[in-house]
Nanobody, 122 residues
Framework: QVQLVESGGGLVQAGGSLRLSCAATRSISRINNMGWYRQAPGKQRELVALNTSGGSTNYADSVKGRFTISRDNAKNTVYLQMNNLIPEDTAVYYC????????????????WGQGTQVTVSS
């Protein structure tokens, strides 16, 4: 069973930075899209940033210019560099992967990480 394991969340003051990481736990032959979603208390889960297998990236308008998504295909890992954080960025951040094929032949249409808390104090 392939799982996504996240790390890097925590508490930071407004204006600070955090870097989130997410890695697949098993040997992977291909992942199509990888990205990050977030869910704040009382709100729906929303897309933060997405990286496609073709290398294109998409960002939520609220994070453009502050967040950067990157991907290391050799390590099956996706990162989210978050700069100039604001209190409105406080949420649980979830790693996402779509179209995952393991080297043992397993296929997963979508996978989610367990979530990592990011708290930005004012």
């Amino acid at each position: 069973q392939v799982q996504l394991v996240e790390s890097g969340g925590g508490l930071v003051q407004a204006g600070g930075s955090l870097r989130l990481s997410c890695a697949a736990t098993r040997s992977i032959s291909r992942i199509n899209n990888m990205g990050w979603y977030r869910q704040a208390p009382g709100k729906q889960r929303e897309l933060v940033a997405l990286n496609t297998s073709g290398g294109s990236t998409n960002y939520a308008d609220s994070v453009k210019g502050r967040f950067t998504i990157s991907r290391d295909n050799a390590k099956n890992t996706v990162y989210l560099q978050m700069n100039n954080l604001i209190p409105e960025d406080t949420a649980v951040y979830y790693c996402y992967a779509a179209g995952v094929r393991s080297t043992t032949g397993g296929f997963y249409s979508t996978l989610w990480g367990q979530g990592t808390q990011v708290t930005v104090s004012s």
